[in-house]
């Protein structure tokens, strides 16, 4: 093909994915059915006489390939956490700590806020699933710190960002496939991410504190039945009491990663049993609970595995039409240096995390961006941090934002989407602001898994 016209093809490859992409059809099947209609007209071009690459059509969508990607041993791991995830959400060890954290921090001005990022700490490092996260702390946490006085956006947008922190501090199902997609071990990366979670979530904390200071009308203090000294060690008890097995949970799992001692894989499966032993110390396993937990965990599968099929065949035909060379030139060709591409794709993932979940995100963009950060010598560990916490924001971001969706789901009466837009606009701030630390100072990445082994 001319490069002019495999420039127009491969352009109108994205704008037809796009314009089917907006009808609310699935985007697996978009995904797939946009590769077979190019890969069709790319060999209608190859008859027509045209030069298109003749290893486009049903050999690049064959069965060796999803084969083959189906059968990629570092995706083990991503349905045994999510069923670690659904059966801690059953076990209702969120709801507990939760109730002794907002006892204990009940004397401190935004304490209930401060404990709905603790909690969601916590979540984050022994779930990582946040439709379950935004939900249970939505249902827990923000009726009553309505009742508490808060302002209905600040309540709103501390629930919001703290149930989506599971998506980047390990064991994160996104990390898992990152992982994959840029040839990255899944244990580099569940180290590299642990001190930019937490430095995300101290940013949320210190924020939360600021504004309980100094607008007291948005993060009011305490009610008077929340000061009462006596039962401040009581509580502290009730917390180290409920604490003890979360904490060891996670330490099973993420200790048994960032020491060797297992694989991710190996480490998931201790996770998942772990967890459902949890439920069944606290009386909360049965028959009912473990079909409920399995079928969650088969459709939260399936779906992430769908479009993983989906945006497989559309790599395959967008690689075979030229369209990786595409964007590879047009990337490099810009004025920049390394460290300014790198900021021009933060940019570009976070204005596609408007209107793309992170998996379409991270399955499309990825596999294209790889060549580029691996020619120009960019650190692929630092880099697909970055990309992890820019997609932060794709969870809080109108109008595809999932974690707004699922909020706005279990919000009492009267939280309006207006009330929640406005209530995240200072998190999502808060996640670039982190962003740009990480992107300051590559060692928060690196560091951590050049010395763990």
């Given at each position: 093909m001319e490069p002019d016209l495999n420039l127009v093809f491969v352009l109108l490859m994205f704008a037809v994915f796009i314009g089917l992409l907006v009808t609310g059809y699935p985007v697996a099947f978009v995904l797939a059915g946009v590769?077979?209609?190019?890969?069709?007209?790319?060999?209608?071009?190859?008859?027509?006489?045209?030069?298109?690459?003749a290893d486009l059509g049903y050999l690049g969508l064959g069965v060796d390939r999803i084969y083959g990607t189906m059968s990629s041993y570092g995706l083990v791991p991503l349905p045994l956490f999510i069923f670690m995830g659904h059966m801690l959400d059953k076990s209702g060890v969120a709801a507990e700590l939760l109730r002794a954290l907002q006892t204990l921090l009940g004397r401190v001005a935004g304490g209930l806020a401060l404990a709905v990022t603790l909690i969601g700490v916590i979540l984050a490092a022994s779930t990582g699933i946040i439709g379950a996260s935004v939900v249970l702390l939505g249902t827990l946490a923000l009726p009553a710190m309505l009742e508490d006085r808060y302002r209905p956006e600040f309540a709103v947008g501390v629930v919001a960002s703290s149930g989506c922190l599971g998506i980047l501090l390990p064991p994160s199902i996104m990390l898992v496939l990152m992982a994959d997609q840029m040839q990255l071990s899944v244990g580099d990366l569940f180290l590299g991410a642990v001190f930019p979670g937490l430095i995300l979530a101290g940013l949320y904390a210190a924020y939360i504190a600021l504004v309980a200071r100094i607008r007291p009308d948005i993060a009011p203090g305490p009610p008077p039945r929340e000061r009462?000294?006596?039962?401040?060690?009581?509580?502290?008890?009730?917390?180290?009491?409920?604490?003890?097995?979360?904490?060891?949970?996670?330490?099973a799992v993420l200790g048994s990663i960032f020491f060797g001692v297992a694989s991710p894989s190996e480490a998931a499966g201790v996770g998942?049993?772990?967890?459902?032993?949890?439920?069944?110390?606290?009386?909360?396993?049965?028959?009912?609970?473990?079909?409920e937990v399995s079928r969650a965990t088969a459709r939260t599968t399936s779906f992430i595995f769908a479009i993983f099929l989906g945006a497989t065949c559309f790599s395959v035909v967008l690689r075979g039409l030229g369209g990786d060379a595409v964007i590879e030139s047009a990337i490099t060709a810009l004025p920049l240096g390394p460290s300014g591409i790198v900021l021009f794709l933060m940019g570009l993932v976070f204005a596609l995390g408007f209107f793309l979940d992170w998996i379409e995100i991270t399955l499309i963009v990825l596999p294209l961006v790889e060549p580029i950060t691996a020619a120009l010598g960019i650190d692929a560990l630092w880099f697909t941090i970055l990309v992890a916490m820019c997609l932060q924001t794709s969870f809080l971001t109108?109008?595809?934002?999932?974690?707004?969706?699922?909020?706005?789901?279990?919000?009492?009466?009267?939280?309006?989407?207006?009330?929640?837009?406005?209530?995240v606009a200072p998190f999502v701030a808060l996640q670039l602001l982190a962003l740009a630390i990480l992107f300051a100072w590559p060692r928060l990445a690196t560091w951590l898994p050049s010395v763990a082994y």
């Open positions: 590769a077979m209609i190019f890969a069709l007209a790319g060999e209608a071009l190859n008859h027509a006489g045209i030069d298109v690459d009462d000294p006596q039962g401040l060690a009581r509580a502290a008890l009730r917390l180290a009491r409920t604490l003890v097995a979360p904490l060891a949970l996670i330490v998942a049993a772990g967890a459902a032993l949890l439920a069944l110390a606290r009386r909360r396993l049965d028959v009912a609970t473990l079909r109108p109008p595809v934002g999932f974690a707004l969706f699922y909020l706005k789901g279990v919000s009492p009466a009267g939280i309006e989407l207006s009330h929640l837009y406005r209530g």
